[in-house]
């Protein structure tokens, strides 16, 4: 299989919301997180059908995710991928990744940078099998 088969998502940053640090103990920031998570996960599976994959479902990938922000300053990676989560499961339910579990999808480290006209994330799927 040839491994250069690529696709871009773009979507906007994900809102704090999304990650995985925001406390959600309320009742109504449970419900809150549950309304962004939906939402961003339809984004990313309108945005990845709009990309017009027409080969079989992907059974292996690596995603590598590029954060444009408005500023600089130190950033943790590890929750800025995992605030990726409705992202992912918006990429399977397009139907171009079987899956998201470990075997199915390999998540590289971050890329930040800086971009204060258009601030937003660019995830770019790479298909291994």
């Not at 809150?32 to 079989?56: D, L, P, V």
């Not at 992907?58 to 995603?63: K, S």
């Not at 600089?72 to 800025?80: A, E, M, Y």
Request: charged residues 35%.
């Amino acid at each position: 299989m040839d491994r250069n088969e690529t696709c871009t998502i773009v979507l906007p940053l994900p809102g704090r919301i999304l990650s995985p640090n925001y406390p959600a103990g309320s009742a109504g920031s449970r419900i809150a997180k549950a309304m962004a998570t939906k939402k961003y996960r339809r984004q990313a599976r309108e945005a990845t059908e709009a990309e017009g994959i027409e080969s079989e479902t992907w059974e292996q990938v690596e995603m590598q995710a590029t954060f444009f922000h408005k500023d600089r300053r130190r950033r943790d990676g590890v929750n800025f991928n995992a605030s990726l989560k409705a992202a992912q499961d918006g990429i399977v339910d397009a139907g171009l990744v079987i899956d998201d579990d470990a075997e199915s999808w390999k998540t590289l480290p971050p890329i930040f940078k800086l971009d204060k006209d258009w601030p937003r994330v660019e995830i770019v799927i790479e298909r291994i099998k």
